[in-house]
């Protein structure tokens, strides 16, 4: 695996044509220059701290949290540990609800070693919303914190299972949760029915962190390894599959575009985790190139972004379009300007104006601004830019089809949303016995 990850990373780019296929002139397959790697999550956790120990992995500003990436796989395996010891097993549903934190970061890792499927759940659902999560997909743990801004994480869940306030940590039978046994809460109080995050990290014995790193065999890179909620605007969200093959070399394709393997870059992540824009090109992609994640907030503030970046010298930007345009509102007031590290900017998300990006490059003074563009189920990126685009292709497109990525543009005079290849989703219910006709 090891050589085949230098084979990627060594292989220079190349604008390789797509192939139209003659009957269908808007059908694109881009094919790939190189292999597709074999590594899981759990495998790129390992390499990573093997081959960039001290490096700072995660710096959470507002919790005023600092992890390397040796510190982080063993906090994380420990995590993995204490959570088997709860009764979890590889491939059960690990919820996960709460805005951007080092514990976040931490549950993500500790998934992936020991194969846990995480289901990434939007902070700012209501109770139905958080209910309906919850059921579709079987979580078995749900953590979250205590509370953020209006939302009473433990009440919300009382409130739809009153038996968690009469229950012992770890026993929660409820009708309306069937599949929920264990509630874990990122607080120092000691809350009804509810495991402490602390207290599963430390219950992690040696036999159990020995159990999760003899895990790494067994699990297999089609295995799936995240949940993610779709938007829901034309009904309820969808839970899409990703697994570990999808991610992975979505990427490692990423990274050598967007040369995140230049330096050891340090990405000041404005988005949230529970998307995919935060989770997979945020952390999957920091752990494949040794870059650090600078959290400025537990959600975005522009204010607290500018004082990020400078404070910790951050060298690429990731954002949406909205929160650019708050970012340069804000940068333009502060006095004494100095964002002179940063050298890459990331967006995805929404369209961006070519008037945007332009600002952009110029008060930011980037070499490069980068548009992504895809969705979640195909892992999530299908086009990026090339790291040779001209300004005007920068700024006008979205820029070049992903390697390993089939993809009809459009037919009938209408746009079609539609995506195959190495990085497409393995269903869209989180369980097989219930995939959608035509699947």
Aim: net charge positive.
């Amino acid at each position: 695996m090891g050589a085949l990850r230098a084979l990627f990373l060594t292989k220079p780019l190349t604008r390789r044509l797509c192939i139209a296929v003659s009957r269908k002139p808007s059908y694109l397959h881009k094919l790939g220059t190189e292999p597709l790697s074999p590594e899981t999550t759990g495998q790129i956790v390992d390499r990573a701290a093997q081959e960039w120990g001290d490096r700072d992995a995660l710096v959470s500003v507002h919790q005023g949290h600092r992890l390397s990436f040796r510190k982080a796989k063993e906090e994380a395996d420990k995590l993995a540990a204490g959570l088997l010891g709860l009764g979890l097993k590889t491939g059960d549903r690990l919820g996960i609800c709460g805005p951007n934190s080092s514990h976040w970061y931490l549950t993500f890792i500790a998934a992936a070693q020991a194969g846990f499927v995480l289901v990434n759940i939007n902070p700012a659902y209501q109770i139905p919303e958080l209910q309906y999560c919850l059921t579709k997909v079987g979580v078995k743990a749900l953590i979250a914190p205590e509370s953020f801004k209006t939302q009473r994480y433990h009440e919300m869940v009382c409130a739809i299972a009153p038996e968690v306030n009469t229950c012992a940590p770890g026993q929660i039978r409820s009708k309306r949760l069937p599949d929920l046994s264990s509630l874990i809460m990122i607080t120092d109080r000691q809350l009804p029915g509810a495991f402490r995050f602390s207290d599963v990290v430390e219950s992690a014995t040696p036999e159990l962190v020995s159990t999760v790193q003899q895990l790494q065999s067994q699990i297999q890179p089609d295995d799936g390894c995240n949940l993610q909620f779709t938007s829901g605007t034309t009904g309820q969200p969808k839970a899409t599959l990703l697994n570990h093959h999808n991610t992975v070399n979505n990427m490692l394709i990423f990274g050598k575009r967007a040369e995140l393997s230049r330096k050891a870059h340090r990405i000041c992540l404005q988005v949230p985790f529970f998307h995919c824009f935060g989770n997979v090109l945020g952390i999957m992609a920091s752990l494949i190139y040794g870059a650090t994640i600078v959290l400025p907030g537990a959600s975005f503030k522009a204010e607290e972004s500018i004082e990020a970046i400078q404070k910790e010298r951050c060298t690429v930007v990731y954002g949406t379009p909205t929160m650019y345009v708050d970012l340069l509102a804000i940068a333009k007031k502060t006095k004494n300007l100095n964002t002179d590290t940063l050298d890459l900017g990331m967006g995805a998300g929404a369209l961006f104006s070519k008037e945007l990006i332009q600002d952009i490059l110029q008060t930011f003074k980037l070499r490069r601004f980068c548009v992504g563009y895809g969705m979640t189920e195909t892992s999530p990126l299908s086009f990026l830019s090339m790291p040779d685009d001209t300004p005007e292709k920068q700024t006008s497109t979205v820029g070049c089809i992903m390697d390993h990525v089939e993809r009809p543009v459009c037919a009938a005079r209408r746009w079609i949303w539609a995506s195959g290849g190495a990085y497409q989703r393995n269903d869209h219910t989180g369980r097989r016995e219930h995939l959608p006709e035509g699947n």
